[in-house]
DNA sequence: TACTAGCACTCATAATTAACGAGTGCTAAT
DNA sequence: ATTAGCACTCGTTAATTATGAGTGCTAGTA
């Protein structure tokens, strides 16, 4: 159990850390105006905070940084979560609204912003258009080889593809084909399309039709339809102004990990479902980010859920504003609609 | 004029340089099987070549290091372009011919194949569809008041954007709408879509019309459709491997600059057309790439001309294998058809 | 004349040492 | 329970010294 005054100090250290990332000695904390104890008292505390684990030296005669466990003390008790000032968040209403006309240019917006906000990096993830579902199939020839396949799911999404035939095909069969999908595939989610058109081709023995390498080509490039997964990152060179990535041996996993779209995709789509999450130093388990802390959240639009969020800077990071922001921007999106 | 053994000896340092990154004293030059004078000898060549430019010294006591001019000549004089080797050629297109299903793909391959054999970063950017010229326009209708329209250019590339209306639409209005932007639009280049609709739109006086607004709204979602620039980088994180980038100043520029698709683009895009060029340190005029040779070509695809793709190294690059890489991806790729 | 051996000189780099000072832990006094 | 005082630690910085790779120049040789 900590004392009042212990308690003091640990915030004391940590809010000073977070802004020198020096190490914060007794001295100096003596100085500050809610701290009004002797250094040598302050040091007894110290020492108590320190066998407690939540705060440790780097040599002997440096000051104290706060140790992972007394970040995860400080964000577990000393940081509120969910305080909306309204004002603030209006303004982020409006700047959200100028980008409100398609999902895309909105969750670029939102990442823009968290990182000016904070100055550390962003990364949004829209909705995973795997679980979509497929609401239309449709076909336009261009000429009597090529023509667009096109799907649009039940969230309004659109996504085309061409294709190109190897001999001339007649209307009447692309006709049936795109009946066929249609009438099979609507409803399937746009991650299974694969697996049931192979079960649905199966029953229908289509092999004696006429035709049949053209239906087949139409039919795969429809369920081969990449949807881009909609991530976009905001702030990259932010890490350039930390401290403590001022060496090539830091900076280049972190660059190097977030340059990685797919796995970075894989990641955020991995995180736990939760409204505000944050992950201290090496907590989140990867190695490229053994020194980052990242703060998460899903995020809902228009009250729907709709994607995750997240903001990465290092360990040392300004929890307290990074979660009020990351708590105005997500306020923000809620009241936010896309306008259709 | 150089004589002989001042050019062996030119070409002895930058050879070494290039491989070492170290300053070439004269000692390690007369050690060379190719070279078989004493160091007092060479080092009397050494001071004339300096003399002239080519070669420079970082301090008195160090070795000499190329300068920018002997690049120049090292390029200009030492660099035989176009030696295809055809078995690499060969190997080069079958790796091509895996992505020749559609032109962004067989970018980002030429890039990634182009920087893996060489170790630097490429940069590939696509056909330029603000030349392409409008083919054709199309609309699907979604529900009463949604849709998707359409635009295939002569090229073959295909478009789409949804359109919302404000209110229900008689399909015979969109019909004629999309029949008015097909006679009118058809031919023009989709840079200038927007100038030209202004024009039509004018001639036409269709504020009478019934339902103006939603015409106007199809019209003007049609011209407005992004074609996204198929710009491609590869081997991005080769830039960490370069002794010369293992400070935070010199790397920092240059991930800045890289990062930066938009301006990228319009660099590339302003490159003088040739089919090799070298560019070496300061001359691109880019702050951030002053340390930095980039070796740029334009590339045709199956006999049309495509795109553009560069290479960017180290001003101490290697010149010879680069600049014959390029040749041999440029070839591999105007001998590559694309499946359509 | 063209080349080479030899030598004094230069200067970045690495290693060594010394001075500094911020910070600590402990003890004794309040 | 708090604080003043003091000896001690140890990272950082500056100053000093060696080291050696490389140079330019001169004089000698083929």
Chains 1, 2 share one sequence.
């Not at 823009?112 to 795997?130: C, E, H, I, K, R």
């Not at 229908?204 to 087949?216: G, I, T």
């Not at 800077?313 to 306008?339: D, F, S």
Request: aromatic share 6%; hydrophobic share 35%; charged share 25%.
């Amino acid at each position: 159990m900590l004392t009042e005054r212990q308690l003091l100090i640990l915030r004391a250290i940590i809010d000073d850390y977070i802004q020198t990332a020096q190490p914060v000695g007794s001295r100096t904390l003596s100085k500050r105006d809610d701290l009004s104890f002797s250094s040598a008292t302050i040091r007894n505390d110290m020492a108590d905070l320190e066998d407690m684990g939540l705060i440790e030296k780097p040599h002997t005669s440096a000051g104290r940084i706060p140790s992972e466990v007394g970040y995860r003390y400080y964000v577990d008790h000393l940081v509120e979560k969910r305080i909306i000032d309204e004002r603030e968040t209006f303004r982020l209403e409006e700047r959200l609204k100028e980008s409100a006309k398609e999902s895309e240019l909105l969750i670029r917006q939102a990442a823009d912003l968290l990182s000016d906000l904070t100055n550390y990096t962003t990364v949004a993830l829209g909705p995973n258009s795997q679980m979509e579902k497929l609401a239309r199939v449709d076909f336009m020839p261009i000429d009597e080889r090529r023509g667009v396949v096109l799907i649009v799911t039940d969230q309004g999404h659109v996504e085309h593809r061409t294709v190109v035939f190897e001999s001339r095909v007649a209307p009447d069969i692309i006709e049936e084909t795109i009946r066929l999908l249609n009438d099979r595939l609507v409803g399937t989610p746009l991650g299974q399309l694969k697996i049931r058109i192979g079960e649905e081709v199966a029953k229908l023995q289509l092999a004696q039709r006429q035709q049949y390498d053209n239906m087949m080509q139409l039919i795969q490039s429809t369920v081969g339809i990449q949807t881009p997964s909609s991530l976009y990152l905001g702030g990259k060179k932010n890490i350039f102004n930390q401290p403590e990535f001022q060496t090539i041996d830091t900076l280049r996993p972190f660059l190097e990990w977030i340059d990685e779209q797919e796995r970075l995709t894989h990641w955020l789509e991995s995180l736990p479902n939760r409204e505000i999450y944050v992950s201290i130093g090496s907590e989140n388990g990867i190695v490229a980010l053994q020194n980052c802390s990242v703060i998460t959240s899903d995020y809902t639009l228009d009250g729907k859920t709709f994607g995750t969020i997240a903001m990465i800077g290092p360990t040392r990071m300004n929890y307290r504003h990074g979660v009020q922001m990351m708590g105005q921007i997500i306020e923000a999106l809620r009241r936010t609609k896309l306008e259709e």
